[in-house]
């Protein structure tokens, strides 16, 4: 070879097998042969079963905490509807339009902390203390909740909880994809959403139980019972999620040093390039700026805002259950079937994404059968078809562990680019729930004919936007396959991001661009 330094690119392009040992590439002196790199590709055998001891670790802690947190997040969300039938209503003089006001304005606080809140957590690094300590802050603000005594109060505490509650859904969303990789996230993703589920059935159970027990006791309405109990006990686990809660691989405790090498190359591996983020706020804003100029994110913002809004009837379950004519205590526990139905079902719906690496079809299948619950609450009094119905309109739940599954997939690396791209996505999904309460007017009882018919027409778009979607990441997939052509031309950006994984991992260029041929999106 000519004394002359060779062009990198020429290098990676014309020796993609050859060994580069001691080669100064832009600055950098990469050490490394192709037997040292073995592994680079994909775990070893010895790794691999080490690797299934590290899955069991992150599952036993990570994941029952995180849905511990997300089942509490929602029943204090959402045990608004259920103070509905306690009382609530009549007690603050809520009058028009006053409800609907509360259910939105919730919504207002939640999206204007998503985006800053997603980018100071990945900035920050302390998942444990920075979500526990929000947890703290709206388990609070649900406890004094019990002490409002206007429609302005109840509406300001509802706009203040949400602002406390934007930290946690995007952030755990970011902070998953940190450790699962994504034929393993969908699954995980329907476990974690599963505690919004049963927050749905054990919520109305525990309402239920409230109203009939502790209805005036120490002159307390049984609406004000439910938030002292239920903020009392948020305040509890957000203490235990600061204490308890490991933050990223690299920094968990519990992790050998082996174990940590294996969990962080196994998520580089699985994006085909290294899993870090230019140092400082400037990293932070690139991502940022990553985010909202790729186009995927806003055909998955649009999925996401269409699911969310039509999924909206689960704020008024109780008020739609109790048009079935039996008592309030007994309209709060046909709350739970459904609920507890689609909880098991989605877990299987889950498996199968991740099975067969699929995420438009397990995207779009429960849109039919959403539709036609909905058909059928609206054409028909009978109590069998109706409550039939509410099975049907659940299958919409399914839909939300395959869509974060495909942001995770689809906005792979940086971090500071998922992160934003999370809290965004997030963040126009939840503007939904702004003026969908909106359509469930009074007036409009006993079939809610508007509000039902707005949800089939989000359903409908949404389905268009996941086409869409489908269709682009079918035309990356082919780019990434005329990159695995040898003679197929590398820009520079593509070089630095080769070189980039090359240093983190401690092998060639070459070696790093065999490991990202192996990337494709999940579709």
């Excluded at 489908?470 to 003679?487: A, G, V, Y």
Aim: aromatic letters at 14%.
């Amino acid at each position: 070879m000519s004394e002359e330094r060779a062009n990198p690119v020429e290098v990676v392009m014309a020796q993609p097998e050859k060994v580069i040992a001691d080669h100064d590439l832009m600055g950098e002196k990469l050490h490394a042969t192709h037997s040292e790199a073995v592994h680079f590709g994909e775990l070893s055998q010895e790794e691999k079963h080490l690797e299934k001891k590290l899955k069991r670790k992150i599952d036993s802690l990570i994941m029952p905490l995180v849905m511990l947190v997300y089942l509490l997040n929602y029943i204090d969300r959402n045990n608004y509807a259920a103070a509905r039938l306690q009382g609530l209503e009549k007690d603050l003089h809520l009058k028009g339009d006053d409800y609907q006001i509360g259910v939105s304005v919730l919504f207002v606080g939640y999206i204007l902390g998503q985006v800053p809140s997603n980018l100071l957590l990945n900035h920050v690094g302390k998942p444990s203390f920075y979500l526990g300590g929000w947890t703290i802050a709206w388990g609070l603000v649900s406890l004094l909740t019990s002490q409002v005594k206007s429609a302005t109060s109840i509406i300001v505490c509802r706009f203040v909880l949400g602002l406390c509650e934007s930290p946690f859904f995007a952030g755990v969303l970011f902070y998953l994809s940190r450790w699962y990789t994504k034929g393993e996230i969908n699954f995980r993703m329907s476990l974690f959403f599963s505690a919004s589920m049963i927050s749905g059935a054990f919520g109305s159970l525990i309402a239920a139980g409230i109203l009939s027990g502790l209805n005036g006791r120490d002159g307390l309405a049984a609406w004000q019972w439910l938030y002292i109990i239920e903020g009392s006990v948020t305040i509890a686990v957000g203490i235990l999620i600061c204490c308890i809660l490991p933050d990223f691989p690299h920094t968990w405790r519990m992790l050998s040093p082996e174990l940590k090498d294996i969990a962080q190359r196994r998520l580089a591996i699985d994006a085909a390039e290294a899993d870090l983020d230019e140092g400082g706020a400037q990293g932070q804003l690139k991502g940022l700026k990553m985010a909202l100029t790729d186009p995927k994110v806003y055909l998955l913002a649009l999925a996401y805002f269409c699911q969310t809004g039509a999924a909206g009837f689960q704020f008024f379950f109780p008020t739609l259950t109790a048009l079935l004519g039996y008592s309030h205590i007994i309209s709060l526990l046909l709350v739970a079937p459904p609920y507890i139905f689609i909880t098991f079902y989605s877990y299987i719906h889950g498996l199968a994404s991740d099975r067969y690496k699929k995420r438009f079809w397990f995207f779009v299948y429960p849109i039919p059968i959403t539709i036609a619950g909905w058909i059928i609450f609206m054409c028909t009094k009978d109590f069998g078809a109706r409550y039939f119905s509410f099975f049907l309109m659940v299958f919409i739940f399914c839909q939300n562990g395959t869509i974060y599954a495909w942001i995770a997939g689809a906005i792979p690396r940086p971090p500071a680019k998922r992160a934003a791209a999370f809290a965004f996505i997030n963040a126009i999904g939840n503007s939904s729930s702004i003026w969908t309460p909106y359509t469930y007017r009074t007036q409009d009882a006993p079939y809610y004919r508007l509000a039902l018919g707005v949800c089939i027409a989000l359903q409908t778009v949404g389905f268009l936007a996941a086409l869409t979607l489908k269709f682009m990441l079918e035309k990356e997939n082919k780019k990434l396959d005329h990159l695995e052509q040898e003679d197929a031309v590398l820009t520079g950006t593509d070089v630095q991001r080769l070189q980039r994984t090359a240093e983190v991992e401690g092998v060639d260029l070459a070696e790093a661009r065999r490991f990202q041929k192996s990337y494709r999106y999940v579709i």
